[in-house]
């Protein structure tokens, strides 16, 4: 039987980290098999590739490249780990995915939208996650939880107005695809984001 792909976004500093870890703990205590992954990144190439990304130094990466290089390092990330797991019949829970891209690249950068799903379609092999689960903050209170913890990576140094893009974005997802993006409200307290996790996910687990 195939697993589950459960894919996880939301703007920086949304506490999915937290969360991730509390569903992860959840499903095994059930006696399901966890892969757990991030992108960019999840393998040797495309972890190579997120430190490029990433990179505070390389200011002057162009959008385009950008989005070539998000789609390179999910295409090797998606053929090498995550569809080999769900066929072994794992639950697969991944740290960003497509949304990702179109918010950040299209909505956010402006890059052509229709380039920005063609690429990643080509780099998934039309694979597409059982459910995401959008963790909802304020860009403010993202990004004020981000300079608490640590140095901001080239991504998380853009201006506020690039992060309400970003924001802007995933509502609109959220419109677009209610089906499979469940919205949860990040802003909440630890347990009570936690018990809206498990009711979203215990949909798949039906």
């Known amino acids: 039987m195939r697993g ?15 969360q991730m870890d509390m569903l992860i703990k959840y499903l095994e205590e059930k006696g399901i098999e966890v892969v757990v992954t991030r992108e960019p990144g999840g393998t040797k190439i495309s972890e190579k590739l997120r430190e490029i990304i990433l990179d505070a130094e390389n200011k002057e990466m162009t959008d385009t490249t950008e989005a070539m290089l998000y789609a390179a390092s999910r295409a090797q990330h998606v053929e090498e780990k995550i569809i080999p797991a769900l066929n072994e019949g794992k ?4 740290d960003r995915f497509v949304d990702s891209s179109v ?16 690429i990643n379609k080509y780099a ?7 459910i995401t689960l959008f963790f909802d903050i304020t860009p403010e209170a993202g990004i004020a939880r981000k300079k608490n913890m640590h140095q901001l990576d080239r991504i998380e140094q853009e201006k506020m107005d690039f992060h309400y893009k970003v ?3 995933y509502k609109a997802l959220c419109e677009k695809y209610p089906e499979r993006i469940k919205r ?12 809206d996790v498990l009711a979203a996910v215990e949909e798949i687990l039906k």
């Open 4 to 18: 589950k792909f459960i894919t996880v976004e939301g703007t920086d500093g949304a506490g999915k980290s937290t």
């Open 184 to 195: 949860i409200n990040a802003e909440n307290d630890i347990e009570t984001v936690h018990k």
């Open 167 to 169: 924001y802007n974005g």
């Open 91 to 94: 639950f697969v829970i991944c």
């Open 124 to 130: 998934v092999c039309g694979l597409v996650p059982d």
């Open 103 to 118: 918010v950040y690249q299209g909505y956010a950068r402006g890059l052509d939208m229709e380039m920005i799903e063609s």
